[in-house]
């Protein structure tokens, strides 16, 4: 059984920072497809970052130079490393695993950046 569990998320100024985690299991970690996507309320949910096996990443315009993603197989856990949070980073994070021609979401976790 796949489950993505996320945690990290929280209240935050504008220019700081938080660290999303997203703890995986039930299928083979090491060697799919890990993302993060947002959706904020009254839009749709966009890709924030992905990170292949090989460790190929991969972002969105909006979160380059500001946001880096990464994984731990052995933990299998992928981060998500959020600096310089604007207002318009406010949204519900997902974590993301894609394989088998397959989504699979975890339940998500609210950043939220205050002005």
């Known amino acids: 059984q796949v489950q993505l569990v996320e945690s990290g998320g929280g209240l935050v100024q504008a220019g700081g920072s938080l660290r999303l985690s997203c703890a995986a299991s039930g299928f083979g970690f090491s060697i799919i497809t890990m993302g993060w996507f947002r959706q904020a309320p009254g839009k749709q949910r966009e890709l924030v970052a992905q990170?292949?096996?090989?460790?190929?990443?991969n972002y969105a315009d909006s979160v380059k130079g500001r946001f880096t993603i990464s994984r731990d197989n052995a933990e299998k856990t992928v981060y998500l490393h959020m600096n310089s949070l604007k207002p318009e980073d406010t949204a519900v994070y997902y974590c993301n695993a894609r394989f088998n021609q397959n989504d699979y979401w975890g339940h998500g976790t609210q950043v939220t950046v205050s002005s």
């Open positions: 990170i292949t096996g090989r460790i190929t990443t």
